[in-house]
Every structure is written in C-alpha cells, then in structure tokens.
C-alpha cells in the first residue's frame, strides 16, 4: 500500500517520538514495524526480532492471537463505544467483576480510564478529595519515593523521583515528601545490604511520623521500581512500609501499571507480600497489549466517602472520554480467560527460574554491576568500573548501543539508561527465552569489550 521508503520519510519527517532524542533520530535509519507473530515482531524488510520488552511492558499472550483479536473484531461490531458518564455498557461491567475478584482482597470499586498516568492521576485525585470531604483539610501531600516512575502527566510526575525526568517541570509540580528508594546496589543512604537491617524503612517511618497529619497517602509501585532501571526491593521492604503507613492512618496506593498481569510470577505483586492497598493502579498488561485501557481500584470505604446528597457535590468529578471503552474491556476479559485458560502464571514458574538462570553468566562480564530480576522484569546495570561502580559518561550512550547491537540480532529491546532490560512476554517459549538472553549477553559483551 505504501512504499517502505515512503514511510520511513514520513515517519522521520513528522513523528515526534516519545523518550527519543530526536536529533539523534534524523541520523538513523528507522526501523518500521509492520506486524506481529506470538513473541515476535516483524518490519517492513520482513525482518523479525524477539519482542524482548514486550512492546513497552503489555504485551502478555502474544501478538495476533486469534482469541484477542475475535474479542475486539467481535466487540466492534456490536458496540465501538459508549460513554460511561451516568450510563452503563456490556464488557465495561463484566470486567470490573472480574478485576475485583482478581485483585487484592478490600478492593472493591473500579474507575476506568486510558493509561497509567491517568490511573494514578485518579488514585491521587480520590486520595486528596476523600481527605477534604472528611474534613481532615490540612492533607495536602503525598509521600512517594526517591527513583519512583507513576506517569508523565502533571500530577503523575509530581509524586515522580527521576530527575532525569521530572527536575525541569519542579516549578510547575505539587510539593510532596520524598522517602529514599531502596536501591541497594547504591544505596542513598550509603549502607551494605548486609547489615543495613533495611535503615531506608526507618527512614521512611521517621518521615510519615513528623508529616502524617499532612500526608493523603503513600505512593509506590510494589516490587521493583521499574523506569528507574528495574530496581528491585530487598523482600520485606514493601510489607513493610504498607504496614507503616496504615498504622499511621495513611491511604497506600500500589502503582502496579508495570507490575501488574504477572510480570512478576504473581497476578499482582502485592500478593507476593500479602498487602492490601486502598487503590490499585493498573494499565500496561491489562488488555494483553492490545488496546490502551487503565483502571483505579479502591475500597468501599474511600468509595463511600464520596457519597451524599446531589447537591452536595462530593461528586467525584473526573472522567475522560472513552473512559470504559467496551472494545478495550472486551480484549481486556479475554485478556483474563486467557491467563486461566492458559495457566500462564503457573507455566510462567519454570521460565522464570530457567529466565534466573540463563542470567548467571551475565555477572562474569567486566561491565555488567548488577543483575537485577524480579519474576519476568530484568534489569542488566552496565558500569565503566564495576569496582568502583563507576557509571559510564551519558555521551558514551553505553546503553542505546547495545540495543542497536541486539537489534542486529534480531532483538528489540530498550534500555533505561545504562540498565539493559529485559521483560519477555509471559507466552514466550524456552527456545525464544534463550535466544533473548543469548543475544543480550553477546550485545553486552561485544559493546562493552567484556
Ligand atoms: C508505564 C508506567 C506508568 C505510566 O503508564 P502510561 O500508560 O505510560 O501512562 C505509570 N506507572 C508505572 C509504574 C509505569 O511503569
């Protein structure tokens, strides 16, 4: 239909790519996809690549999978869209039956939107408002963490911590509290995993016991700090600060946006440490990677809170669009089937134990600091020095040229950073497993001159 030069011109000529330094852009040759098979993708050359990072971290069952896609054709043709502002619709319902029952136990209320941003813009938004028709007024904060990724809207990158990211917009942010990240391999408060006996948890408790009575909620993705460079918390961290924050009376919002839809081994990663937050954040894995869909679960008792005469507005006065779309609920239900269908979490167990293993060697290369894994999210922390963990000059773009080396080899993947991740689809096959590791390990170790 159109000629592969065509589009390439047309993709450089007027696309603006997110996270993408442009200028570096207009020099490469751009890499067009066209389709996708299971765990592969494949470009206008007909060249195919191992989805290594999942299409940004959604993809679940893999691409062109004929259950997902009659779910949207099927949907489509009966019903494309509806608002959902005082009216109902078919999937929308159905789904928030089945996000409930799946979710942490508490979580009881569902309110749909399109991205992760959105979904903890809304948390936010519910948090701060509960807390003023309650009459506490002086809860105007959030305490969020150091390192932390929640989206790139307003509110989203408020209660952010990459300054990479969030420094230049300071000005335009709310004030929040920031507890360090607890990010042992350098960690801020320059102790050893060995015997910190987790210092950064008193920090934290020592932050909310001078500010709890001006603090909404604490704000965390459980597990791993993903955009940061896949940082994973030491076991206990999380149970932890959750346990910290309702003593103290605060609303705890899980981001599980990244973690969400089995990423890390479980449904939710909050099972893993058996917390059961006020709001859960969800979008990435939510349709499987096929449509944009996000959902904000709480409780009845925030829920409640909002609850009154019509005239006097305790409304939750928010909604977007095509909040609940019913073609994206549709994909996002047989998202779900699928995972029972499937068993891909129990499945998924003995991937990511040979996913453990295939990451050994990956500490004997002479730049590779650290290998971090949590379930099926990897992070490769690449270093000049690994003694001194020295990391490498930003201008020698340590990371953008390893992926350009897998690319290559028919991998894509993205870093973050000098952090090589990995996030294979959950559908992946051991062979393809392997093949994603092999090509990571010999990009690193070519580029690197490991
Ligand atoms: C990706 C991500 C978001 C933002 O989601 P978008 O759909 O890109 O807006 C929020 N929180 C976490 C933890 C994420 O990984």
Redesign the pocket.
Same mark, same amino acid.
């Given at each position: 239909m159109y000629s592969k030069k065509q589009l390439k011109e047309w993709d450089k000529q007027y696309i603006w790519h997110p996270f993408t330094q442009m200028q570096d852009y207009g020099g490469t040759d751009p890499l067009i996809i066209e389709r996708g098979e299971g765990c592969y993708l494949i470009d206008t050359e007909g060249r195919k690549y191992i989805d290594g990072i999942s299409s940004?971290?959604v993809l679940v069952h893999g691409h062109g999978r004929k259950e997902l896609v009659g779910a949207i054709a099927k949907q489509a043709g009966t019903l494309c869209h509806s608002t959902l502002l005082g009216l109902g619709n078919v999937p929308s319902a159905a789904l928030a039956k089945m996000l409930v029952d799946a979710a942490p136990r508490g979580l009881k209320k569902v309110f749909y939107s399109d991205?992760? *941003? /959105? *979904?903890?813009e809304i948390a936010l938004k519910m948090a701060y408002q509960y807390w003023q028709q309650k009459g506490e007024k002086r809860r105007k904060r959030f305490l969020s963490f150091t390192n932390g990724?929640?989206?790139? /809207?307003i509110g989203?990158v408020s209660v952010g911590g990459i300054d990479l990211f969030h420094k230049v917009y300071r000005p335009l942010l709310f004030k929040n509290y920031k507890a360090p990240s607890p990010y042992c391999y350098r960690c801020p408060l320059k102790l050893k995993r060995k015997d910190c006996g987790m210092a950064c948890v008193e920090e934290f408790r020592r932050i909310v016991q001078r500010n709890k009575d001006e603090i909404c909620a604490v704000v965390i +993705?459980p597990l791993v700090q993903? %955009?940061a460079g896949m940082i994973t918390q030491p076991k206990g961290f999380l149970s932890a600060v959750w346990k910290i924050s309702k003593e103290n009376g605060l609303l705890f919002i899980a981001? +599980?946006? %990244? /973690?969400g839809f089995g990423k890390t081994g479980t449904m939710f990663a909050c099972e893993k440490e058996s917390i059961r937050p006020d709001f859960l954040?969800i979008?990435?894995g939510i349709t499987g990677g096929y449509l944009?869909l %996000?959902a904000t679960l709480t409780t009845e008792e925030v829920f409640s809170g909002f609850l009154g005469r019509f005239e006097e507005f305790k409304t939750f006065f928010h909604g977007h669009t095509y909040t609940g779309n019913p073609v994206a609920c549709a994909v996002a239900i047989e998202n779900m089937r699928l995972f029972k269908k499937e068993q891909t979490l129990k499945k998924l167990k003995g991937k990511i134990a040979l996913l453990k293993d295939e990451l050994r060697r990956f500490f004997d290369l002479p730049h590779v600091g650290e290998v971090r894994q949590q379930g099926f999210m990897v992070g490769i922390e690449l270093v000049k020095n690994k003694k001194t963990k020295m990391p490498y000059p930003p201008a020698e773009k340590i990371g953008q040229k390893v992926i350009g080396e897998a690319r290559k080899r028919g991998v894509i993947i993205r870093p973050l950073g000098d952090v090589i991740v990995l996030m294979p689809p959950l559908a992946i096959s051991e062979k393809a497993l392997k093949d994603l590791t092999d090509v990571a390990y010999s990009s690193i170790e070519r580029i690197t001159g490991g």
């Open positions: 940004l971290w991205s992760g *941003s /959105t *979904s903890v990724y929640h989206g790139d /809207t989203s +993705e993903g %955009a981001d +599980e946006v %990244a /973690t954040c979008a990435k944009p %996000a």
